[in-house]
């Protein structure tokens, strides 16, 4: 037949005779070979290969002249009686037949090629593209009518996928670079050690959970490859949607155990998984080379082809599609970025091999999936039918969707009026069809589903460990105990197992895809914004080694994949956002007690200096007054009664500054007992500052922390302290010092509040009975508990401050005394005048109170009882100058003159009765109350004796409910204005 396919050449130039012919095969017997002209090869069977592909080569020689047309299509013609040649075999003689032809073009020798296709097995139709096999099998998710609805669609989806995971990418990097101690955990320990428990805690948990959801998803991509194999061959078990069932929680089962192995065993099965999906890949472009044979051309692929790209190119999106549902599904096949990462606790040296494997696995990644995008051989639309042919010489009427494959010879049209079985847009087999040879790209869906499933099931259960290590969720602390020398987590296995299989029996890869897509989006966006906010804390402990690192970059990437999500399926992002805002708030409740060094606590120190500063800039005004209470307690333990009311006036809003001195031991004892004040505080949720200072005395102590506490407007304006109502059996000097700290608050322009409860304050007494215990039943602090009322006594006579107001007005707000009614008792004349005008003068400042007593009779004088008691309480302090001669008065006075002269009781005679009359009317009216509030009585600095000053506080308070005796600072603090 070698002549009848050569009508186009010269006769006088090829067939001049059979003895040119004969001449071109000397290696082969005439009698032989050339027996008759029609049938030169046929009467070869039994010349072995290398003879015939020789012969060949040497009968192409003598024919230079002829087009390159017919020559191929000689070799075509050549080749067809070889069907017997294995492949080996036929790619050697192809080899050797296409070197004597040096001038074909490229696309005339593919072309001729493509005539080989016939003599290759057929490739199996089963072999189903809807997991990693699509797009170089490296898609778990994608079918083609999703996936690959055009090749311009996804080069869409590459650059949207290589932005986010490349930002994430870094910002994983970065962090890498930063830490040096690595634990395992992945993606959770980067975000929990950057960004603290609370972000670390709520990602962590949804970051576990998206692993173990991901294997189920590449199971069944797995499962749904085996089950139309099986539907190849007529093999389905039960059904289809069943047989994906069972073959997934049977491959579950075995990842499962190779997990369970160890490390070693999981390497092992990576590295042979990596090395087929290698050899499908390669063979995907391979097969791109090749020649399409009739039967390929009839199902849409032409090679590659310039006009297809541009036909392919705009997006063509079908059954309700859009790019970003699209985008949901193909999302999951960019989650391996952080594969490395959640075994980094299993590595050698993370630090250097992660930033290497991260940037490589994009790289190879990246150039592969444009490889298969810009690939360009395959039309969306083919029949299947050989006979859709186009006439020589028709193709100028080509126009349409089709243009590409008309323009090939091919009339594809009546897939616009009805759905085809074939093109990239309906085929699932088409990268079968494409590839060289099509069982290799069933192995590289099996390679890559698997190795994706095994890489997630060791994954999710490392990251659950370290979580759970951490002990920020105390329920999940039971799957923290690892096993063996590995410390192999096999309780997370088991637990990742059951949610695997859970998901499985959905069998269906487009509903379990979105699920985790936004989950992994939530963990990427998080990364990119640990880096971002590392940054912006400008921490001197952030040194990142990557050189090209930029800050905004990372976040632009955490705003990317926020706006992914809600662009992919919103309510799904909702949902994922509530999630771990849940999650966020209840580890902020819990308060789990770590520190890291996180970026949040730099961010914290840094906003806290920089509103300080700003607060500076800016001076009080009377409206944004807040009490800011430094209060001595000495430990704070020992007077907790007096902490829980200042943390009542200060809680949330101000600031509380627990004080103690002085102290004898030494600088180091010091710092460590403020450390453990401090935890105190933390622990029985109190929001104060504790501070200590060494001194000689309680005065001077005192005076120290005065000046010295606060920082610029944050420093405290009231003072409060407890009673000392063992003044009268102290020494001369405790006395002074505690009437002289009064005094040097006033001078300093402090508000002073003074606590009384008959039962005391101080109960460090009890604590060291009971071996120092923190958890000594408090009877005192249950004293403030206000169920019955709240008294609040001013007498005019008295300079009322505005602090003796706001303080009860303050704790009226808060839960504890939120029931209770406050009274008012005032001095003055009998009548509606007064009352009427502090009633008014509440309502200007919207004060709160049940009622108004007007009080007519405080300047009676008090009853014998009162006085008596009020006489034996400073008769041991008295001087009694007045019985005695001028002369030893004079002595008495010299030796002893903290003593109350007669002298000073006449002065101050007046405002003593005052006293001891306040206290009958306050015994008379609020015996039954709380609390009362008293405005606090003042001596002037030297014309008042300690003795005297303490007699009057004394007095006042005695044998009533707990008093608080406050004073303010001359300074306003209510305003009309709001």
């Known amino acids: 037949m070698l002549l009848s396919s050569l009508p186009t050449c010269s006769v006088s130039t090829v067939c001049t005779s059979r003895g040119m012919l004969l001449s071109s095969l000397p290696t082969c017997s005439v009698s032989t070979v050339c027996t008759s002209r029609g049938m030169l090869l046929s009467s070869l069977p039994t010349c072995s290969v290398s003879t015939v592909c020789t012969s060949i080569g ?344 089709n243009t590409a494959a008309c323009e090939q010879g091919w009339n594809f049209s009546s897939c616009e009026v009805s759905s085809c079985k074939f093109g990239s847009m309906n085929n699932f087999q088409v990268m079968t069809m494409v590839s060289g040879f099509g069982p290799l790209i069933t192995a590289g869906t099996f390679s890559a589903t698997l190795s994706s499933a095994l890489a997630s099931l060791v994954s999710a259960p490392k990251v659950f460990q370290a979580l759970c290590k951490d002990n920020i969720y105390t329920a999940l602390k039971f799957f923290a105990k690892g096993h063996g020398k590995n410390n192999e987590p096999i309780r997370g296995y088991v637990l990742t197992f059951i949610i695997a299989v859970a998901f499985i029996i959905i069998a269906d890869l487009n509903v379990i895809a979105p699920i985790i897509s936004n989950f992994f989006l939530a963990s990427y966006a998080l990364i990119n914004f640990s880096c971002f906010h590392a940054s912006y804390a400008k921490s001197p402990g952030w040194r990142p080694a990557y050189r090209y690192y930029n800050m905004w970059l990372s976040l632009f990437g955490a705003v990317l994949c926020c706006g992914v999500m809600f662009v992919i399926n919103w309510w799904a992002a909702l949902l994922t956002y509530a999630i771990e805002i849940f999650l966020y708030v209840y580890v902020t409740v819990k308060k789990p007690n770590v520190n890291w060094g996180s970026s949040t606590q730099a961010v914290t120190f840094v906003s806290a200096v920089n509103n300080a500063l700003s607060l500076t800039g800016v001076e009080d005004h009377v409206k944004n007054f807040r009490p800011q209470c430094m209060v001595l307690t000495g430990a704070p333990k020992n007077r907790p009664a007096l902490l829980d009311l200042a943390h009542c006036f200060t809680k949330n809003y101000g600031l509380c500054l627990t004080c103690e001195g002085p102290r004898t031991e030494t600088l180091t004892d010091v710092n460590a007992e403020m450390e453990k004040n401090q935890m105190w505080l933390n622990k029985k949720k109190r929001k104060a500052f504790y501070a200590a200072v060494a001194c000689d005395s309680f005065r001077q102590g005192t005076e120290n922390l005065m000046q010295a506490s606060g920082l610029g407007r944050l420093k405290p304006n009231i003072l409060m302290m407890g009673f000392k109502k063992d003044w009268r059996t ?173 002298a000073e009781l006449d002065t101050f005679e007046e405002k003593t009765n005052l006293q001891v009359r306040l206290n009958e009317l306050l015994q008379e009216n609020s015996r039954a109350a709380n609390l009362i509030i008293v405005s606090m009585p003042i001596a002037r600095l030297g014309s008042v004796s300690d003795h005297l000053y303490m007699a009057w506080l004394d007095i006042l308070t005695k044998n009533l409910p707990p008093t608080m005796l406050i004073r303010g600072n001359h300074k306003s603090v209510l305003t009309f204005y709001s």
């Open 730 to 902: 102290a020494d001369t000097a405790g006395v002074q010092s505690y009437v002289g700290v009064l005094h040097d608050a006033f001078d300093f322009e402090y508000g002073t509040v003074v606590l009384r409860m008959n039962q005391g304050l101080d109960i460090s007494h009890i604590i060291k009975a009971q071996g120092n215990s923190l958890t000594v039943s408090l009877t005192h602090t249950h004293c403030l508990s206000l169920t019955h009322g709240l008294s609040l006594s001013l007498s005019l006579s008295v300079c009322v401050s505005g602090l003796t107001l706001l303080l009860p007005y303050i704790l009226t707000t808060r839960k504890k005394f939120k029931d209770c009614k406050m009274r008012i008792f005032i001095a003055g004349q009998p009548g509606r005048v007064e009352q009427d005008r502090m009633k008014s003068l509440l309502e200007k400042f919207r004060i709160k109170y049940a009622d108004i007593h007007v009080i007519d009779d405080i300047t009676q004088n008090p009853n014998s009882n009162s006085w008596k008691m009020f006489e034996d309480m400073i008769e041991p302090f008295r001087l009694h100058e007045g019985s005695k001669s001028t002369t030893l008065a004079e002595a008495l006075r010299k030796d002893n003159p903290w003593k109350i002269s007669d």
């Open 58 to 401: 040497m009968l192409l020689s003598p024919l230079p002249t002829c087009s390159v047309s017919t020559v191929c299509t000689s070799i075509g013609m050549l080749l067809s009686p070889l069907p017997t040649c294995s492949v080996s075999t036929v790619c050697t003689s192809i080899g050797m037949l296409l070197s004597p032809l040096p001038t074909c073009s490229v696309s005339t020798v593919c072309t001729s090629i493509g005539m080989l296709l016939s003599l290759l097995p057929t490739c199996s139709v089963s072999t189903v593209c809807t997991s990693r096999g699509m797009l170089l099998s490296l898609i778990p998710t994608c079918s083609v009518s999703t996936v690959c609805t055009s090749i311009g669609m996804l080069l869409s989806l590459l650059p949207t996928c290589s932005v986010s995971t490349v930002c994430t990418s870094i910002g994983m990097l970065l962090s890498l670079n930063v830490i040096t101690d690595w634990f395992p955990g992945g993606a959770y320990y980067l975000i929990s050690r950057s960004l603290g428990p609370e972000f670390g805690g709520s990602i962590g948990l949804i970051f576990a959970f998206a692993n173990a959801v991901a294997v189920a998803m590449y199971v069944v991509g797995f499962a749904e490859t085996v089950v139309d194999l099986l539907k190849e061959n007529n093999a389905i078990m039960i059904d289809e949607l069943n047989d994906i069932r069972i073959i997934g929680c049977i491959s579950v089962v075995l990842l499962l155990g190779i997990s369970v192995a160890g490390m070693e065993w999981e390497a092992k099965a990576q590295i042979g998984l990596l090395i087929i999906l290698l050899v499908a890949i390669v063979n995907v472009f391979v097969g791109t080379g090749i020649p399409a044979s009739t039967d390929k051309k009839s199902k849409g692929f032409f090679n590659y082809d310039a006009k297809i790209f541009m036909e392919n190119l705009p997006p063509d999106f079908r059954d309700g599609e859009t790019f970003f549902s699209v985008f949901a599904i193909f999302f999951p096949a960019a989650t391996g970025i952080l594969a490395g990462a959640n075994i980094s606790g299993d590595l050698k040296d993370p630090q250097d091999a992660l930033p290497k494997g991260t940037l490589l696995a994009i790289l190879i990644t990246g150039v592969t999936y444009l490889g298969v995008a810009l690939s360009a051989t395959v039309v969306r639309d083919a029949t299947g039918n050989i006979n859709d042919t186009i006439a020589t010489g028709m193709d100028m009427f080509c126009n349409g969707t």
